[in-house]
């Protein structure tokens, strides 16, 4: 399990005075990039290949407040992942300084080719470091039809 320290920031705090939903998404993102620089993803290896990671939704439950004073922890863990890295699922659980678990997240992304703007599978040289990520216990391999498993599609409005 990846785990990742933080600070609860004025910013992060909204008006009800505990952390906000928005901050959420935040640390969850900062903690994913952080977990791809670690494994060798970096940014400007990422710009020099053109692709970059994309997330189809994040599906967040709260259990308890969190308040600004004591560190938190983010965790990520890799639940999921097709056999080409195309489609990849993580959990992300939000610790208190006490190691209480405050809230959870699952959340599905992908890989977009920047130039076409398309969905992707890795590169050779990406899909050998990312396939040999440690998997979290309940670890399954993804296909397309998982990403469709909401069923929720666009709905287009008249203008």
């Known amino acids: 399990m990846y785990l990742k320290e933080f600070e609860i920031r004025w910013s992060d705090i909204d008006a009800n005075r505990h952390l906000a939903n928005s901050a959420y998404l935040n640390l969850m993102s ?3 990039m952080s977990f791809l620089m670690e494994i060798g993803f ?3 290896l990422l710009a020099m290949h053109e692709i970059g990671p994309v997330v189809f939704y994040e599906h967040v439950y709260y259990f308890k407040e969190a308040f600004p004073g004591k560190p938190i922890n983010v965790s990520l863990e890799v ?3 097709s056999e080409d890295a ?3 699922e993580f959990h992300h659980n939000f610790y208190d300084h006490k190691g209480i ?3 959870h997240c699952e959340m599905m992304g992908s890989w977009v080719d920047l130039q076409t703007r398309k969905l992707i599978g890795l590169p050779e040289n990406f899909l050998k470091t990312f396939s ?3 998997r979290a216990d309940g670890f399954r391999i993804l296909t397309k039809e998982d990403t469709r498993k909401f069923a929720k599609t666009p709905k287009n409005i008249d203008l």
Request: glycine content about 6%; aromatic content about 16%; proline content about 0%.
């Open 30 to 32: 900062h903690t994913r």
């Open 42 to 44: 970096s940014h400007k």
């Open 79 to 81: 639940m999921g992942m």
């Open 86 to 88: 195309k489609f990849f």
């Open 101 to 103: 678990n405050f809230a």
């Open 132 to 134: 040999n990520v440690e």
